[in-house]
């Protein structure tokens, strides 16, 4: 079993739709958790960066954290053409053999179409 | 604006030729990684550098190396590149280990011919 699952999708929505991606994982010592966009060949960026369990919003952007359940989502509100990309979950713990770095999700494929 | 800069975006190379990536950054950030990204899949971390402390991935062939001469760049070797070591590389860099923020570079995306 991997530590973090996350379903690679294609996901295809509409313009407008509201988008859940999520991530499941197995180690509890996971204590940041991060969501990245690619774009195709190009280099992931930092979209969202949360500590611990909670929510935090940027602009169309929700990321969700549930540490009792090791879930986490990210929403996106308002989907455009622009979102299209390949989103990738990725946590770090703060000490363990996983100290320091990033274990990526898979990532899932999105297409928003007009 | 402060970034991560890979050079070149491109590069082909000859089966067994060796070939060096390079990666800078302006962040001033302690921590820069290294990642192998094959299509469809999520980046593999190849090594990183704590400043000067190099930690290698258990399961990275010794075909790569790197070499991260003062605090903003930092250089991956490919010793004899193989048909199987085509892929995107990619840098990353990080302010330290305990967050785990990190920000990438934008590849360079490696042909074998």
């Known amino acids: 079993q991997k530590e973090v699952e996350q379903d690679p999708g294609p996901l295809s929505v509409p313009e407008g739709a509201i988008v859940s991606l999520n991530c499941t994982y197995s180690n509890s010592a996971f204590q940041y958790f991060m969501w990245y966009r690619q774009y195709s060949r190009k280099g992931p960026e930092l979209l969202m960066y949360t500590y611990s369990s909670g929510n935090k919003e940027d602009g169309r952007f929700t990321a969700q954290v549930d540490k009792s359940s090791k879930y986490i989502s990210l929403f996106i509100r308002d989907s455009q053409p622009s979102d299209s990309a390949t989103y990738l979950c990725a946590m770090s713990a703060t000490g363990g053999t996983s100290y320091g770095k990033l274990t990526f999700g898979q990532g899932t494929i999105l297409t928003v179409h007009p | 604006d402060a970034m991560v800069i890979q050079n070149p975006r491109y590069q082909v190379t000859q089966f067994g030729k060796p070939v060096t990536l390079s990666c800078s950054q302006t962040?001033?950030?302690?921590?820069m990684y290294w990642y192998q990204q094959k299509s469809s899949q999520a980046p593999k971390l190849l090594f990183h550098y704590y400043d000067k402390d190099f930690n290698n991935e258990a399961d990275t062939p010794d075909n790569f190396q790197s070499r991260r001469p003062n605090t903003s760049f930092c250089f991956l070797d490919i010793r004899s590149p193989g048909l199987g070591d085509a892929a995107m590389y990619l840098c990353?860099?990080?302010?330290?280990?305990?967050?785990?923020?990190?920000?990438f570079g934008p590849g360079t995306r490696l042909t074998v011919t």
């Open positions: 990353a860099t990080s302010r330290d280990r305990v967050t785990g923020e990190q920000y």
């Open positions: 962040l001033n950030h302690n921590v």
